[in-house]
Antibody, heavy 122, light 107 residues
Framework: EVQLLESGGGLVQPGGSLRLSCAASGFTFSSYAMSWVRQAPGKGLEWVSVISGSGGSTYYVDSVKGRFTISRDNSKNTLYLQMNSLRAEDTAVYYC???????????????WGKGTTVTVSS | DIQMTQSPSSLSASVGDRVTIICQASQDISNYLNWYQQKPGKAPKLLIYDASNLETGVPSRFSGSGSGTDFTFTISSLQPEDIATYYCQQYDNLPRTFGQGTKVEIK
């Protein structure tokens, strides 16, 4: 059974940093691209970033470019999201999701974790 | 970026009713469209992929259709456990984008 478990969320001040992790099990981690999707309180879903199975290709939504970095450690079956220069509008539940294939394009999220909550506030 | 416009934003229907949600893309996305279900406090769940294919294990009362820019999601007979918010999402181009969601309630 595919399982994704996010961790690392918490309360951080504006301008601060946080690193989210997503531990994966039940599938060959390196064979699949992985995504991060977030949901602000009471709002809809916003796709944030994707990384290819090898880790060699990444893509970000404009609102986080230059501030967030997605990465993965295939030896540890773990996905990361390094979040710097955090803003109040980054407050959200962050979900990691497994993609259907290893590629970035024309690919979609088929299994989701339960999410971890990030709150940016002074 | 491709904009996804979903309607209605909310609806209320009776158990057994047929429910339809519309999603329109700002440009041709072929059939690269998914529908997700999100129950309160839970993660989204994939229901329909490639516009019309039912994910394994999803009840057959859920269906999807469409291609190009216009898509439809249907629940043929609404059940109490279908109370949720439903999102369309395109994956033709990056960034992947979602519709704003449709909240389905029981009348």
């Amino acid at each position: 059974e595919v399982q994704l478990l996010e961790s690392g969320g918490g309360l951080v001040q504006p301008g601060g940093s946080l690193r989210l992790s997503c531990a994966a099990s039940g599938f060959t981690f390196s064979s699949y691209a992985m995504s991060w999707v977030r949901q602000a309180p009471g709002k809809g879903l916003e796709w944030v970033s994707v990384i290819s199975g090898s880790g060699g290709s990444t893509y970000y939504v404009d609102s986080v470019k230059g501030r967030f970095t997605i990465s993965r450690d295939n030896s540890k079956n773990t996905l990361y999201l390094q979040m710097n220069s955090l803003r109040a509008e980054d407050t959200a539940v962050y979900y990691c999701a497994k993609d259907l294939t290893q590629w970035l394009v024309q690919n979609y999220m088929d299994v989701w974790g339960k999410g971890t909550t990030v709150t940016v506030s002074s | 970026d491709i904009q996804m416009t979903q309607s209605p934003s909310s609806l209320s229907a009776s158990v057994g009713d047929r429910v339809t949600i519309i999603c329109q893309a700002s440009q041709d996305i072929s059939n690269y469209l998914n529908w997700y279900q999100q129950k309160p406090g839970k993660a989204p769940k994939l229901l329909i992929y490639d516009a019309s294919n039912l994910e394994t294990g999803v009840p057959s009362r859920f269906s999807g259709s469409g291609s190009g820019t216009d898509f439809t999601f249907t629940i043929s007979s609404l059940q109490p456990e279908d109370i949720a918010t439903y999102y369309c999402q395109q994956y033709d181009n990056l960034p992947r984008t979602f519709g704003q969601g449709t909240k389905v309630e029981i009348k």
